[in-house]
């Protein structure tokens, strides 16, 4: 076992001269100033730490490609070589990099891996992976970051001190406590022979003809969607943060006592005149704002006639590359995001370019109009700015740039007129430039908006502004080292292929290689369309994410509170991006500002609420029809997250100083607005509608405002339990609203079970109008609540998957995100068939050619709502009990994973307790798990493990042992395991044998 010191976030420390920089990575295009065009010698070094079971037999290093030749060292002993050294100089930089590392040349401890590498033209250094060490304790990746130095000096193959160079680049010292172990989970290599041909990039073959072929890549501020095209390129922007605006001060004020007289009406039988008063007098006007497209960027470059051609994506480090021409490809396009920008680099080997006309444009510059700056023979900018409009109302004021530098050539003005024609686009002026006989041409794009009240122009400048290379590479180290590794893998078999063949293989009934790609594809999603960077606050990821190329976009692209946004965030904790949780908590606390208004204006209560739908400015009263509108449980459910975010990191911080708040205020409006039933004396939500759905009255019309609806008492329960769990963590006592809230859940209504065993979505026993709606709103308590989940109370899981079998049986789950959230309710069910046919539909009927969600038309919460589904269906953790004021989750190992489909597999998720478990299937059966603790202690070590662990396995599960651990292993109920750790332990592996009887 062993740990790889490859990338340690923000405790990355440089000594001396050398520098950080991403492997594999041409180390021109790393970022480092210093190395853009340098030729010749230069060092890698990386540290390993090996234990005594990686030494039982000789290791093998892989080391990708290398340009142009290359020397390895192990502890100072050379290894091997491809290629040879100056004078006699020839390359080997496209052959693979295989070395048998003798076991002699490992030792315990410490372990320098060193590269004298060379080049002579192009890019240099380690360009293509796989990077992998291979030892007799196991396999690990080495893609990250390691350390580079310019020059050639031999002492460096081996410092004098390896501990204390592994120490200042880790930035922590080695063997302390709590450091964590890698996931090392069987004898031998981690590799199956169907994973050693795995390739973690999307392939398509040809460029994208409309906006849902495009590959998106964003950094949760800046998007793009990269057309690919060939001689006539198509990069279309997007900011977060760039909407028009819908008229303010609609917050209606009715009279007092109208809430009361509207449940009188209802509660009387006379509903359809509870519904109009409630139209009437609380219902605001639409909203008719939309999120608008940033701009265009159009790139014209005659190559002719009709050449081979590749468009990829690289999900890990989210870039596009476009290769085309006559011989090896000649051509390259790379479009990536930093964290400021949208960067692509064109290059055609070491040959001129043809003529490029780069043009920026959009479709509409109202207040507004486009330049360009020529700084220098060798840079100039194209800026557009303008005002987002909305009919009269006026919203942001933005500004898009593109800074281009070139490499050798020239630089003129022209019209890009054309040239975005014939992308597609109508603007009414652009920004363009010529570029004549350059050897590269680099293009940085940025966007801001006034939304935080500095002047866009100032905004992009600052984003635009040349950073250096050490302080870029620090930053993105430093935004990267807040995720975790996680990944899905299943045996798609020969994964190599385009997306269209995978969709026709999927088609055809194998969905495993459509599969792997698309997961990987929704993990891209949630790194690229939310920040979570909590120094810069953004907004979260809307009904589009990030990515929309309309200025009246479907819906308006605007936050959809009543399932669409939570959605978004389904995933991101279990798939190791939890960070992505501080643009949302930003959010709500924004909406919480003005919810506080809309709770006391609009229904006399206290604390705050949010209704189906918003915008960036928080917006948060009811508006349009009933049928939508009047639901005020946004905020309710959007809390949720942030109980959920501390039950995954444990972090009480932000439980007491930003949860804690938000949860609270929201359970104060749900004590203060719920009422008593008088035909059940229980306490009840309304007047609400069930999200979007109907009921048929006596008289045969539709309505759709009700009492007490499922739902509602759903969320409610949540709140509170929530709320009432959040003091107990806290050891807060005597608080007025925790009391209330421990006192109201005594008397809360629960959901009804009709007669025929289903459980009812209103309070009464109305006919649907609609009985295959797509939403399943009062399936909340299965997922993603666990109201429902409780042993005690099994009689509703039933009714649930009644009412759910019923839906389904008349049309339910026909759009995206409506089949994505049966997923998680079949795994909630653990029902391994269902939740497979719903992934196999989710990809072959509801998603679009580039990966996206089609509802239709495009959403993204579908995406990210296939990503959850499919965690569910490969671990659960929502199980939970109490050792003191800690909560303590149990571990449900492939609860939902259709065996027979996907037999085998590997995943590493994060569950809640604050661990990451990395677990392994073959033939059905698991095989491994390894549990290794996720709560740092800010120090670079981990805190230990719970002094008892408990997980559920499959059914005939084989005999297990612990490895690494001296702690106990005992049967508990059922399948159930009771694992206790080493006292101080951070991590613990459990490997099991084969298959019993049962």
């Known amino acids: 076992m ?44 990386a540290f390993v730490q090996l234990e005594a079971s990686d030494l039982a037999r000789d290791a093998e290093l892989s080391l990708g490609k290398i340009d142009d030749a290359d020397e390895a060292f192990v502890n100072g002993e050379k290894i091997g070589a491809s290629g040879t050294m100056p004078p006699a100089a020839t390359t080997a930089w496209n052959a693979d990099r295989r070395y048998r590392v003798p076991k002699a040349a490992l030792r315990p401890g410490w372990n320098v891996i ?20 291979t030892t007799s304790g196991g396999s690990r990746s080495l893609a990250g970051v390691w350390e580079l130095h ?22 922590r010292k080695p063997g302390a406590a709590g450091q964590r172990r890698s996931p090392v989970i069987r004898e031998g290599s981690l590799e199956e022979p169907w994973q050693r041909g795995f390739d973690g990039k999307l392939v398509w073959p040809a460029p994208a003809e409309r906006w849902t072929e495009a590959i998106p890549v964003g950094n949760g501020r800046t998007g793009a969607m990269v057309f690919g095209g060939i001689d006539r390129e198509r990069i279309q922007i997007n900011d977060i943060s760039l909407w028009a605006r819908s008229p303010t001060g609609r917050l209606r004020s009715p009279a007092p006592e109208l809430l009361g007289k509207a449940r009188e009406l209802w509660f009387a039988g006379r509903i359809r005149e509870c519904q109009d008063l409630m139209q009437r007098e609380f219902m605001s006007t639409d909203l008719d704002a939309s999120h608008q497209t940033a701009g265009e960027l159009a790139i014209a470059m005659d190559v002719g006639g009709e050449v081979p051609y590749s468009r990829s994506l690289d999900p890990e480090r989210g870039e596009v590359t476009v290769k085309y021409g006559q011989e090896h490809f000649p051509y390259r396009r790379v479009t990536r995001a930093t964290p400021w920008a949208i960067e692509t680099v064109i290059e055609l080997g070491n040959k001129p370019l043809p003529p490029i006309t780069i043009a920026l444009g959009r479709q509409e510059l109202a207040k507004g109009g486009a330049r360009v700056e020529i700084v220098d023979a060798n840079r100039a900018t194209l800026f557009i700015e303008g005002t987002a409009v909305n009919g009269s109302f006026e919203g ?64 992009v400048a600052d984003r635009l502004r040349q950073r250096k290379g050490d302080e870029a590479l620090a930053e993105e180290v430093r935004l990267a080292g807040r995720d975790s590794p996680c990944f899905i893998r299943v045996n798609a078999g020969p994964l190599a292929g385009p997306i269209p063949t995978l969709f026709t293989l999927a088609q055809g009934g194998n969905i495993a290689p459509l599969l792997e790609k698309y997961l990987a594809f929704c993990r891209h999603l949630a790194r690229s369309g939310s920040r979570g960077d909590p120094d810069a606050p953004d907004l979260p990821a809307n009904l589009q994410g990030l990515w929309n190329e309309h200025l009246l976009a479907p819906w308006n692209a605007d936050y959809h509170t009543n399932i669409n946004l939570q959605m978004n965030y389904w995933p991101v904790e279990a798939i190791g991006l939890g960070s992505r949780v ?101 306490l009840v939500g309304g007047p609400s509608t069930s999200p979007e759905n109907t009921f048929v009255l006596e008289d045969g019309s539709r309505a759709d405002t009700g009492m007490g609806n499922a739902m509602d008492q759903e969320i409610i329960w949540d709140c509170l339990t929530n709320l009432v769990d959040a003091a107990r963590v806290l050891s807060i006592e005597n608080d007025l609203i925790v009391e209330r809230a421990k006192a109201a859940l005594e008397k809360l209504a629960w959901p009804s079970i009709g007669t025929d065993g289903r459980l009812m979505e209103w309070s009464r026993p109305f ?64 029902d391994a068939e269902a939740a497979y046919g719903h992934v196999a539909k989710l990809l072959t009927h509801s998603t679009l050619p580039n990966l ?67 677990l392994r299937w073959t033939k059905g059966t698991l095989v491994s798990v390894h549990i290794a603790s996720a709560v740092p202690l800010g120090d670079g070590t981990f805190a230990p493990l719970p002094a008892e662990l408990r997980l559920r396995v499959p059914e005939r599960t084989g005999l297990a042992v612990v490895a690494g651990s001296d702690g106990g292993l005992e049967p508990g109920d059922g399948n159930e395991l009771v694992l206790r750790p080493s006292t ?14 049962r």
């Open 767 to 830: 006919k649907e109008a609609e009985p295959g709606h797509r939403h399943v709103s009062h399936l909340y308590g299965v997922y993603p609540s666990r109201q429902f989940m409780a042993p005690n109370r099994s009689e509703y899981l039933v009714a649930a998957r009644k009412s759910l079998d019923f839906r389904l049986a008349n049309g339910g789950g026909h759009t995206g995100w409506s089949r994505a959230w049966l997923i998680n309710l079949a795994a909630r069910m653990r």
């Open 114 to 133: 060193a590269l004298r590498v060379h080049d002579s033209g192009g890019q240099g250094g380690i360009h293509q992976g796989p990077l992998r060490l």
């Open 396 to 459: 942001v004021r933005y500004a898009t740039a593109a800074r281009i530098t070139i490499l050798r050539g020239s630089i003129e003005t022209v019209d890009g007129t054309a040239a975005l024609a014939d992308v597609g686009v109508t603007s009414p002026t652009s920004a363009a430039i010529l570029v004549r006989d350059a050897k590269a041409v680099h293009i940085r794009v940025a966007t801001g908006t006034d939304l935080d009240g500095i002047a866009a122009a100032d905004v």
């Open 582 to 682: 501080d643009a949302l908590t930003d959010y709500i606390e924004t909406l919480a500002r003005d919810g506080a208004l809309t709770a006391r204006q609009l229904y006399g209560c206290g604390g705050w609420t949010c209704h189906h739908t918003s915008d960036p400015w928080g917006m948060t009263q009811p508006m349009g029809l009933t049928v939508w509108g009047l639901w005020p449980h946004g905020g309710g459910w959007l809390v949720r997250h942030c109980w959920e975010h501390y039950c995954h990191t444990l972090d009480e911080r932000y439980l007491r100083e930003r949860a804690f708040p938000l949860m609270r205020g929201a359970s104060e409006f749900y004590l203060d607005w719920m009422t008593t039933d008088p035909a059940t004396g229980r």
């Open 2 to 45: 062993f740990i790889a010191v490859l990338a340690c976030g923000s405790l990355l420390s440089l000594t001396n001269d050398w520098v950080p920089v991403r492997a594999p990575e041409a180390w021109e295009r790393t970022g480092h100033a210093a190395l853009s065009g340098y030729d010749g010698f230069a060092w890698y070094r």
């Open 984 to 997: 101080g332990a951070t991590d613990v592996t459990i490997r099991f044998g084969a298959p019993t009887g």
């Open 150 to 171: 310019t020059g050639d000096d031999p002492a460096w193959a081996t410092p004098e001190d390896v501990t204390g160079a592994a120490q200042a680049f880790l930035g």
């Open 852 to 918: 996206f969600d089609d509802h239709p038309p495009f959403q993204i919460d579908g995406n990210f709502g296939g990503l959850a589904g499919v965690c569910e269906m490969i671990l659960q953790s929502h199980e939970m009990r109490w050792e003191g004021n800690r909560p303590l989750f149990l571990l449900d190992l492939l609860p939902a994973w259709p065996i027979a489909h996907l037999p085998d597999g590997e995943a590493q998720l994060r569950a809640r307790g604050g661990v990451e478990v990395t």
